[in-house]
């Protein structure tokens, strides 16, 4: 199992262009086997302490295999809203990572 954590950084007043690319991305994951674990909206008060600054959103995602994570990328469907995703999001920072 393949475990994926990204942290969204959004740009200023983009909060719901990010939320429409997610109401059409999101649903695809289980066409290639993924699952969202955790979808977190962190409040300033939560983080004791960042280097990076406060992201908009904490996704935790799992795949059986990488290659169903890059299915999912790849996704012709998931790829015609990536105008949306490059338009709202400043920076991400994705995590991969297994289950010891």
Known sequence: MFYYTQLIFIKYGQEDQFNLFESHVLPL???????????VRPTYDCT??????????????SFPSRQDFDAYARDPDRLKYMDLKNASIEKAMLIEGKLL
């Open 29 to 39: 994951l289980h066409k290639h086997n993924g699952v969202l674990l955790y979808r």
């Open 48 to 61: 004791i302490e960042t280097a990076l600054g406060q992201p908009y959103e904490l996704h935790l995602v």
